[in-house]
């Protein structure tokens, strides 16, 4: 796996870059150093489709994170 930089948000969320510095790599590097992570995360559930535009689907075991610091009122 093409893993750098695993950062844990102060939200919750993980923030996972697919290379040493993504922001000076190739568009072909990103995608492909993607399709082999995914491979490896996708079987987790928590990962929506967005395959069909305007037709979100979240994952089977999506469950989303609500914090009081929420700009959004649920």
Do not use: C, R
Not at 31 to 43: G, R, T
């Amino acid at each position: 796996m093409y893993l750098h930089n695993i950062l844990y948000t102060p939200w919750g969320g993980v923030q996972l870059d697919l290379a040493p510095h993504p922001w000076e790599s190739n568009v072909e590097t990103l995608s492909s150093n993607q399709l082999s992570v995914m491979k490896h995360l996708e079987p987790s559930g928590i990962f929506g489709d967005y395959t069909k535009f305007l037709e979100y689907k979240p994952g089977a075991n999506w469950k989303p994170i609500l914090h009081q610091t929420s700009p959004l009122k649920v």
